[in-house]
């Protein structure tokens, strides 16, 4: 029986883990982005890595945040730039357009139909107040989503890659150095620490 071929998986870690794992087809990475899209209210990153971690187990927690780190420092929106990343990786190109159009088409529909009814029922005070709870809901899940996220990356010992993320948040968030020289400073550095971990 010939070896399973683990060169085309979507997975970052080890080969026998990768093997071992679903590789998501066309079909299902539409569905699953299409749920992502439909249940994200507030933002889809809380939703995504449910999905994907959680329920389906398609890629581990370690592997999910460092392919999100990687379309974070890339031009764009960082859920958009997942999907299409992540579904190349799976399905090639038919599996991107799969994971972006299930990503983007179902909330467009929606968001037609809600500009409609907003439009003849905005003003109503009982609307408003959903929209209100609706926020804090949407701001309760992101929190938990970011709590689930660190919990993965500082689970093992202190590594360099702690050291540049307390950098950025003290760089960008403490002191406000413009966003786009931190990056250009860090990122290299931060390439090259990973390449010399792995060595």
């Known amino acids: 029986m010939p070896e399973p071929d683990v060169s085309a998986s979507p997975n970052t870690g080890s080969p026998a883990g990768a093997a071992a794992r679903h590789i998501p087809s066309a079909g299902e990475l539409f569905l699953a982005f299409a749920k992502m899209a439909v249940c994200g209210f507030g933002g889809v990153l809380a939703w995504s890595r449910r999905i994907i971690v959680q329920e389906r187990g398609w890629l581990t927690p370690e592997e999910f945040n460092e392919q999100l780190a990687l379309c974070q420092v890339l031009p764009g929106g960082n859920i958009l730039n997942f999907s299409i990343m992540y579904g190349s990786r799976c399905a090639g190109l038919a599996g991107a357009f799969a994971a972006l159009l299930g990503l983007i088409g179902p909330p467009m529909v929606l968001m037609i139909v809600a500009g409609i009814l907003y439009r003849h029922y905005g003003a109503l005070p ?13 701001a ?27 950098a950025t948040f003290v760089a960008a968030g403490v002191l406000r150095w413009p966003l786009l020289w931190v990056m250009a400073t860090l990122l290299p550095v931060s390439v090259a620490l990973a390449w010399w971990r792995r060595q």
Not at 126 to 138: H, Q, V
């Open 126 to 138: 009982a609307l408003r107040g959903m929209f209100a709870s609706l926020a804090a809901a949407a």
């Open 140 to 166: 309760g899940l992101l929190i938990a989503t970011a709590t689930q996220m660190v919990r993965a990356t500082v689970k093992d010992r202190l590594r360099p890659a702690h050291l540049v993320t307390a």
